[in-house]
């Protein structure tokens, strides 16, 4: 124990909080020194940012991480990542891997795991990664069209503002508004409509309809071949007495047809006419009054 002095505990303490730190400092990136890991090696064209300790996703699932990053100087133009992931991991053979930037910035790495279950990458092998901006890829290419748009929504809102600004727009909403309040009252009235008058009118019309039917069955009873019968039966009547007054034979057919009838009706109603006349003028002749039995002459 006298090996043990003061200054020995010290550094033994101080060794241990350092090796402390470098394993939480690494935990927090997700590096875990205990845990066994598989490395590959990804190359690219350009990383696009992409740093150590940056996640690795297969399937939007976190697989690993980003280990290294170096450039690989005796093949210009390639940039090689060398990645770490779960042992159990199995990465098939044609499998490619893509750095997507994201939207609030950084860029991460997915694996894009390809269908081939016979064959897969070894320990070591390299698989080859491509760019992807992903979102943001998308958003550069709406740029060109977005700037196409700006002037026409320019003039948009230059006449939006001329349209506001138009003193002829307030009477448009005010007339708009007693529209609208006109179209409610009418759609009180017709509601009330809908609710009293309708179902009356609905009930006249279906005693209506019943009368009519009643009609109907009356109608139906009723025996049009003798009322047809009857019908001819006074036309043969009148035809019959039609022919009568045409007919010289008759009493009546003479007194129509016969002049010499009228003629002599005519004298003799001028006769009697004549002796009203006289009668009128000499009623001595005709009548006698006499109290004295002595006659007028």
């Given at each position: 124990m006298k090996?043990l002095?003061?200054?020995?505990?010290i550094?033994?303490?101080g060794i241990a909080a350092?090796?402390?730190?470098?394993y939480?400092?690494?935990y927090?990136?997700?590096?875990?020194?205990?845990?066994?890991?598989?490395y590959?090696?990804?190359?690219f064209?350009q990383?696009?940012?992409?740093t150590?300790?940056s996640?690795v996703?297969?399937d939007?699932?976190?697989?690993g991480l980003?280990?290294?990053?170096?450039?690989?100087?005796?093949n210009?133009?390639?940039v090689?990542?060398?990645i770490?992931?779960d042992p159990e991991?199995?990465?098939?053979?044609?499998?490619?891997?893509e750095?997507?930037?994201?939207l609030?910035g950084g860029?991460?790495?997915?694996?894009?795991l390809?269908?081939?279950?016979r064959e897969?990458?070894?320990?070591?092998d390299?698989i080859?990664g491509?760019?992807s901006n992903?979102?943001?890829?998308?958003?550069t290419?709406?740029?060109?069209q977005?700037e196409?748009?700006l002037p026409?929504?320019?003039s948009?809102?230059?006449?939006?503002n001329?349209l506001?600004?138009?003193?002829?727009?307030?009477n448009t909403?005010?007339?708009?508004q007693n529209?609208?309040?006109?179209m409610e009252g009418t759609?009180?009235?017709?509601?009330?409509l809908m609710?009293?008058?309708?179902?009356q009118l609905?009930?006249?019309?279906n005693v209506?309809?019943?009368?009519?039917v009643n009609?109907s069955?009356?109608l139906?009873d009723?025996?049009y071949a003798?009322m047809?019968r009857?019908?001819?039966q006074?036309?043969?009547?009148?035809?019959?007495l039609t022919n009568q007054l045409?007919?010289k034979?008759?009493?009546?057919g003479?007194?129509?047809n016969d002049p010499?009838l009228?003629n002599?009706?005519?004298t003799?109603?001028?006769s009697?006419?004549?002796?009203?006349e006289d009668?009128?003028?000499?009623?001595?002749?005709y009548?006698?009054f006499?109290?004295?039995g002595?006659?007028?002459?």
């Open positions: 090996y002095t003061k200054e020995v505990r550094g033994i303490a350092l090796c402390i730190l470098v939480g400092i690494n927090l990136k997700g590096i875990h020194l205990f845990k066994p890991t598989s590959f090696y990804v190359k064209d990383v696009n940012g992409l150590k300790s996640p996703y297969a939007g699932f976190r697989v980003v280990n290294d990053i170096y450039y690989d100087y005796e210009p133009k390639n090689i990542v060398e770490d992931v991991l199995r990465i098939p053979r044609g499998s490619t891997a750095l997507a930037s994201e609030m860029t991460k790495m997915n694996l894009l390809a269908n081939n279950p897969k990458y070894l320990l070591g390299t080859q491509y760019l992903g979102v943001m890829d998308k958003v290419e709406m740029i060109p977005i196409k748009m026409k929504l320019d948009i809102m230059s006449s939006l001329s506001l600004a138009d003193p002829a727009l307030p909403l005010h007339s708009m529209t609208m309040a006109n759609s009180r009235q017709l509601q009330k609710s009293t008058d309708i179902p609905t009930g006249k019309l209506i309809g019943d009368n009519f009609i069955n009356n139906k009723t025996d003798a047809l009857k019908v001819d006074t036309l043969a009547n009148v035809t019959t045409n007919s034979e008759g009493t009546v003479l007194l129509l010499s009228y002599s009706l005519n003799t109603v001028n009697a006419n004549s002796l009203l009668l009128k003028a000499h009623p001595k002749r009548v006698h006499s109290i004295f002595k006659k007028d002459k």
